[in-house]
Nanobody, 123 residues
Framework: QLHVVESGGGLVQPGGSLRLSCEAP????????TGWFRQAPGKEREEVAC????????EYPGSVAGRFTISMSNTKNAVYLEMNNMKPTDTAVYYC????????????????WGQGIQVTVSS
């Protein structure tokens, strides 16, 4: 199983910004599709963004398009989730996950997950 690590979470005020990082100490991220997911208390885990292998394409399956941006740095072997104009409804544990092949909106298609990081949007 591939190991990924999330960082950059924390507390932010409504309307603020936060950047999450996903790093892969033991493999090259651009050889996989990488997704960012979130799970709020009492809700199912949902995908918020995905970037294809090589960073060729991005997808935003939910309602965050225009506020969230996923990107990849080959030099740093990292995938980022830039979150702007944040809302209290963005509060959740955010997860990074990877899979071979294309991006997918199905949580079960991703086999390797990070431990998750808390993001709280509150004044």
């Amino acid at each position: 199983q591939l190991h990924v690590v999330e960082s950059g979470g924390g507390l932010v005020q409504p309307g603020g910004s936060l950047r999450l990082s996903c790093e892969a100490p033991g493999f090259t991220l651009d050889a996989y599709a990488t997704g960012w997911f979130r799970q709020a208390p009492g809700k199912e885990r949902e995908e918020v963004a995905c970037i294809s292998l090589g960073g060729r394409a991005t997808e935003y399956p939910g309602s965050v398009a225009g506020r969230f941006t996923i990107s990849m740095s080959n030099t740093k072997n990292a995938v980022y989730l830039e979150m702007n104009n944040m809302k209290p409804t963005d509060t959740a544990v955010y997860y990074c996950a990877v899979r071979t092949g294309r991006c997918s909106g199905d949580v079960t298609d991703f086999g390797s997950w990070g431990q998750g990081i808390q993001v709280t949007v509150s004044s």
